[in-house]
Structure formats: structure tokens, C-alpha cells
């Protein structure tokens, strides 16, 4: 079963914290309010992990998909 990266947009706080650490995965939604995974197989990038720690209210995870 694939893996996949997640963001609970409703627990987001939209800091930018993942989007500063890892554009390539993560971006802000056309309002700027919430990070968004724009692709969401990345889930062996380095950066992923590093955002996943960082996240201040912890909704970032890998999942099954």
C-alpha cells in the first residue's frame, strides 16, 4: 500500500512553517490561510519529515493511502 503525505487543513494555523521547509510539497491555499500537500507521494523527501516535526499543532502525517 502507497504512503501518502496529509495535512488536517482544519488543524492547520497556516503558519508556513512547511512551506518555507519544503515548497516542493507543501504550498498555501489560493486564500493564504492553510497549507495545502501539492504532492502528497513525496513522502521519502527529506524536507517531509522535517516539516512533520516542526509543525506546531502536529497535522501533518504520512498515512496509507
Do not use: H, N, R, Y
Not at 512547511?18 to 523527501?45: H, M, N, R, S, Y
Not at 522535517?50 to 497535522?59: A, F, L, Q, R, T
Amino acid at each position: 500500500m502507497a504512503k501518502v503525505v496529509k495535512i488536517d487543513e482544519t488543524e492547520c494555523i497556516g503558519c508556513e512553517t512547511c512551506v518555507e521547509l519544503c515548497p516542493e510539497v507543501f504550498a498555501l491555499d489560493d486564500a493564504g490561510e492553510k497549507a495545502q500537500v501539492i504532492k502528497p507521494d513525496a513522502v521519502d523527501t527529506d524536507c517531509v519529515e522535517e516539516s512533520i516535526e516542526s509543525c506546531p499543532v502536529e497535522c501533518i502525517t504520512i498515512e496509507d493511502e
